[in-house]
């Protein structure tokens, strides 16, 4: 019986390995647990067993390429007469003599079964693999529920991915005894759907079963599982837009109490990859907390928040071969700055927008009135007025005054407007905020604008004086430039930079005159705001400051 030896699973978020070195050519002979192959990830070298015995026919990888879990990389018979040849042979009378300490392990033997027998037991209904590079779906519907009773082949989920919509047959029977999902879920690639207690059938009229040697009284014989032949569901996947094959032995329950695995399921961890010390390898919740302990300090060692996009740092050159070079250490702002906001770039999807206002009539205003904001102790400037503006264009638009909570699927949307402003100071960036102005007219915000620009180059600023923005606006206007792609400031979804205005020819009513425009550039996270959002809000502004009225109209 030829056989497909596959990249098993390696561990949570570890989808591919690099081949470091193949042990087996076509021809070998193989034990079970025996290396077949050595590889490496991004945690470890790692030599992986063979789960069965047999003769090596055909390699499909070779030593450097990267491979996927779940990739073939090579097929053996099992089963064959000249295996068998070279097999002791069973009697069924004859009792091994165990030493007494240990049972001395035989090389497993093969041996044919004429007819194909169900495995009974409790199983486990994982979601198969669905395609390359989808790690999950999206539970639609259940069409099953505790105590029902299923049969091989019969459409027992509804997913949906970024692909299609699919109906998951199952390719165990018996009766359901619990499910873990709830429709509207997402479930991961290999995470439990249900479980069932019945029996796992083969169609195939001869079956290979494999025979343990003796082992400890104390400990229990591993359990069988028999290799399935193409089922159902494997040619269903096999024949939809997701052309994979689909593992369908099915997986016996862990040996783990329900208040272990209950907890497992609660802090978020797949019982299934946990190390169970406890006789014949039961799982206590000390080995779930030590196991999450684990991947939290390889979280730690990293340096790498769940999902960000985390960049190796590359080593430096000598820059004494070129010439003198001095090192300064940095400055704690500067370095918080530089973690933030590579955080900020890693994780958030940026686009942005560019567009230009015309403020010709709103600086004639700002002129107009500025001296009446001066003896109220503020300083009228394009920045106190757009903060006001887009206070005012927050609630026009409240997908710019939200927050992604990706592990939880959610967005948060503020019912406050706090608008935090980009400070150049010379120890960094700092990005006070002013709170709820939409409560505020223009001369407080004046006022506050310039007390609160004071105390960051004084460094006089609180950590609660920074912290509760929903909006960034940043401001180069006074040094220069014409537009900028300022980084949006996490968790905020959108940031307004401002560059200098200056006086343009425009077209307008068949002449050209010379207009102010203002260069303004709008980044946001793409994940909660599309492009013609970010158009029609970016217009908004645009709008209000070249006609203030919209203000009291929509704001």
């Known amino acids: 019986m ?46 992986v067993p063979s789960e069965y015995a047999g003769v090596v026919k055909e390699v499909f990888v070779k030593e450097g390429e990267k491979l996927k879990v779940g990739a073939v990389v090579f097929t053996f ?16 009378a004859a009792k091994p003599t165990p030493a007494p300490e240990e049972v001395p392990v035989k090389e497993d033997v093969i041996k044919s079964v004429p007819e194909a027998k169900a495995v009974t037991g409790t199983f486990e209904f994982v979601l198969p693999h669905l395609g390359e590079n989808i790690a999950s779906a999206d539970i639609t519907k259940l069409l099953i529920k505790a105590g029902d009773k299923v049969e091989v082949d019969q459409t027992v989920i509804e997913i949906e991915t970024d692909k299609a919509t699919v109906e998951v047959p199952s390719d165990i029977s018996g009766i359901v005894k619990e499910v873990f999902v709830k429709e509207g879920s997402k479930a991961k690639v290999g995470e439990v759907i249900f479980t069932v207690e019945g029996v796992s059938t083969s169609p195939k009229p001869k079956q290979e079963t494999k025979i343990s040697a003796p082992v400890k009284k104390e400990e229990a014989p591993a359990p069988v599982l028999q290799e399935a032949e193409t089922s159902k569901a494997e040619k269903f996947f096999a024949q939809s837009e997701i052309p994979v094959k689909v593992n369908t032995v099915p997986q ?142 927050l609630k026009v638009f409240p997908q710019f005054n939200s927050s992604v909570d990706m592990d939880k699927n959610e967005i948060i949307y503020k019912k406050y407007f706090n608008i935090g402003l980009a400070v150049d100071t010379d120890r960094g960036l700092l990005v006070p905020v002013i709170r709820d102005v939409d409560k505020k007219n223009i001369i407080q ?40 792609t300022p980084v949006v400031n996490s968790p905020e979804v959108a940031i307004l930079g401002v560059s200098r205005s200056s006086y343009e020819p425009v077209y307008t009513e068949g002449q050209f005159e010379p207009r102010l425009m203002l260069p303004l550039s709008l980044s946001y996270d793409h994940r909660v705001i599309d492009g013609a959002d970010g158009a029609r809000f970016i217009r908004w502004v645009i709008e209000a400051l070249e006609n203030p009225f919209l203000l009291s109209l929509e704001g």
Request: glycine share 10%; with cysteine; proline share 5%.
């Open 2 to 47: 030829i056989t497909e030896f596959k990249l098993p699973e390696l561990g949570e978020n570890i989808l591919t390995a690099d081949v470091v070195k193949v042990l087996v050519k076509p021809g070998d002979k193989i034990a079970a647990d025996q290396s077949v192959l050595e590889i490496e990830t991004d945690k470890a070298t790692v030599e």
């Open 77 to 92: 018979e099992t089963g064959t007469a000249e295996v068998k040849a070279e097999k002791p042979e069973v009697k069924p």
């Open 252 to 393: 016996l329950i862990v040996p783990a109490a329900p208040s272990v695995r209950r907890f497992a399921r609660e802090i978020g961890i797949n019982i299934n990859m946990v190390m169970g010390l406890g006789p014949g390898g039961r799982i206590s919740i000390e080995d779930v907390k030590a196991y999450a302990k684990g991947l939290n300090e390889q979280y730690a060692a990293t340096g790498c928040p769940r999902n960000a996009l985390c960049i190796q740092a590359e080593p430096l050159p000598d820059f004494g071969k070129w010439g003198d070079f001095e090192r300064k250490q940095m400055s704690n702002i500067r370095r918080k700055t530089a973690e933030h906001l590579s955080y900020s770039w890693g994780s958030i999807p940026h686009v942005t927008q560019f567009d230009k206002a015309d403020i010709t009539k709103l600086e004639e205003i700002r002129k107009q009135f500025g001296k009446k904001v001066e003896q109220e102790g503020g300083k009228l400037t394009i920045t106190a007025i757009l903060i006001k503006v887009i206070a005012s264009a």
């Open 445 to 484: 915000l004046s006022k506050e604008l310039n007390e609160v620009s004071a105390r960051a180059r004084d460094k006089k600023l609180s950590l609660e004086d920074m912290q509760g923005g929903s909006f960034t606006i940043s401001n180069l206007g006074g040094i220069g430039g014409t537009y900028f």
